[in-house]
C-alpha cells in the first residue's frame, strides 16, 4: 500500500470541512448519533457515549479552514455538553474523556472558552467517581460495585487524557494518580502474551484481584476486537506522553505488531481481529484510531522508529482516503464508509448497532490523523 501524499491530506481536510459545512444546519443544535443509518446520520439528544466526535470534528474543521463560524457552532455545542454535565444526564459510566475531550478541552485549547474548561472538569470530577479502589480501576458500566459490573474495559484508555489534563489545569494530583493507577490495572491484565487485548476484564470485588477477560463487541472472548486494539494502541500511545513508563512504550509495540500481522490487504482490519479474509463487515474507524496512535508514537520516539510509525499511518489513511472515504454528499453525509459499532456473533453479548456504517468517531479519527498529517496540531488529547 502506497502513502498518502501531503496534497492528498489537503484534498481530504478540504473535503472534509465541506461535509462539516452541509452538515451544521442539522447538528448545532442536535446531536449525530453514534452511526449512520444506510449512511445517513440521524440527529440525537445528547445522551450517547459518542456525542463528543461531531464538536470535534467542527473543532478540526476550524483548525483547517480557521472560520469563526466553526468555533460559534463549536461554543454552541459545548454550551449542551456544560448542561449535560451539570444536570447529569447520561454521565454514570465512564466515556467522560470520549465525551468531553473532542468536544471542550479541544474548545478551550483553541479559544480559551472557559464554560468549555468548566464542563471538561466537572466531567473529570465525574470519571473520579468510577474508581475503584479495591483493583485500581475505573468501572465501565453500570452500577457502582455490583459483582457483575465489576470490570473495566479497554478502551477506558482513551478516557484517561482527560486526568491528565485536569491534572494540569487545577495543579491536583488526584486526576492524574488515578489515571496511573488504572493505566497500571490495565497492563498487567488487559493484553495476551501476543499483544492482543481483551476487551472487558473483571475485577474481584472482594480482594481487588483480577478474574478474568470476557468480550461484548468483539467476536469470542478469545479473539481480539478490532476496535478494543486500536483502542489499545493510541491510548498506550498517549499515556506514554504523559508518563514517560517505557511499560506503556513495550505494551503499545507487541499490540501494533499485532494489530498490523491481522490486517488484510487493504490494511482496513475487519470487525474483529480473528478476520483477516471474507465477508465480514471491516471497521474503518479501527484503522483512523491506529493511525492516531502510530503518528503520536512517532512524535515520541526517535529516528528509524518514528518513521516506521508515520509510513504505517500514511499507509492506513491512503487505503481510508482512496477506498473508504465518502465522495459524494448525495450518498452520505458522513467522511468514512465502512464502520461497524456492535456486530452480533454467537459467542457475544452486545447489541448490534451501525454495522457497515459510518460512526461518529470513525469520521472523527479520521480528521484528526490528517490533521496531524497536515502539521502543527496540538493534540485535544
Ligand atoms: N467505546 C465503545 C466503542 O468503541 O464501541
Known sequence: MQEITQSQVIQALDEAAKQVYRNLPVFTYACQNHSSVHNFYPTCDNNQWTCGFWPGEVCLAFEHTQDPVLLHAAAILAESFLKRIQNKIEVDHHDMGFLYTPSC?????????QRARKAALMAADQLLTRFQEKGAFLQAWGTMGEKENYRYIIDCLM????????????GQSVYSDIAKQHTRTCLANSFRED????????????TGGPVRGETCQGYRFDSSWARGQAWAIYGLAISYRYTKDTSCLLQFEK???YFLSRLPEDLVPYWDMIFTEGDEPRDSSSASIAACGFLEMADLVDGEQAEIYRS????????????YRVKNPEYSNGLVLHGTYSKQSPYNTCTPEGVDECVS???YFYMEALTRLKGGWVSYW
Do not use: C, I
Open 195 to 206: 499483544g492482543s487485548t481483551f476487551h472487558t476484564f473483571y475485577m474481584d470485588p472482594e
Open 105 to 113: 478541552v479541544s474548545l478551550y485549547r483553541l479559544d480559551g472558552n
Open 312 to 323: 504505517g499511518a500514511k499507509r492506513f489513511l491512503y487505503s481510508l482516503y482512496e477506498s
Open 361 to 363: 468517531w470513525g469520521d
Open 255 to 257: 499490540a501494533s505488531d
Open 159 to 170: 478516557n484517561l487524557p482527560l486526568l491528565y489534563w485536569a491534572s494540569q489545569q487545577t
